[in-house]
DNA sequence: ATGGCAGAGTGGCTCTGA
């Protein structure tokens, strides 16, 4: 089974490129972030065509992911606990019934936490939207203690808007007042992963060079100058089950792409 | 050396993102 996660950046806007990338790729799961669509709105049937079936978690103008999959999905959830009053649409997760094991699948768009307001002492505040990118992140971490306790295949993956380690960035200089890079970020990253969990792409490559993310601006692409943020972080359970991981680093150079590319990981179950 | 973008919603620009 085949699980992939992509930032596409408008579902509006990128259409054609997933339609192209699903009929070539037939990836079995889906997770998308910044549909940046309302459910209605959502291009279900052309989706449905290709033969998946669709769950959206969306809301207008930007934020917005949704799962896709070729096996029916069972007991969705819209929406990451512990959040009452927030409504940006940044988290769904289902259950996919492999022919071996049943797999929860999460999607999420972990909020990018920029700009981040620095105290006279120089230290980043817990406060705006850097502050609600921590909070979410002790959500995420409260969540990911009860997949875990669930003994079960799980999959958090999604845009993390986290850069784990400077080997993760190709200029990780031009990153460390950044909320992507900042300490308390990445601490929260490792603090889940400490837990247990298993990050994909981590546990089978080494060394620097590998990112999933390249700006729009400044030609960041032409001159590799990316980061990657997008991870699948797996159970024990999902773990064991792991055969292979990639980047496909190629949709970056397409036509009209996302500013993400799509990031999976080969379950055998 | 440096600057450089893109999408959505609204309305001809602002907000948002990373």
Redesign the pocket.
Known sequence: MRIATW?I??????IGALVDWLERESPDVVLL??I???DE?FPRDTIEGLGYNVETHGQ????GVAILSKRPLEDVVRGLPGGEGDD?ARWIEATVMGDSHAVRVCGL?L??G??VDFGADGAPQRTG?YGYKLDWMDRLAARAAALLAAEMPAVMAG?Y?VIPQREDAARPAAWEK???FLPESRAAFRRILNMGFTEAFRARVEGPGHYS?W??????W??NDG?R?DHLLLTPQAADLMTDVGIMRDERGRE?P???VPVWVDLAA
Do not use: C, M, T, W
């Open positions: 930032n950046n408008g579902v509006k806007a990128r972030q910044e940046k669509s309302v709105a207008k103008g930007f934020n940006q768009y909020p990018n920029n700009p939207k845009d808007n950044d909320a992507l993310f700006d729009y601006q400044a030609g960041a032409d001159k980061i943020i009209k996302s500013d993400h």
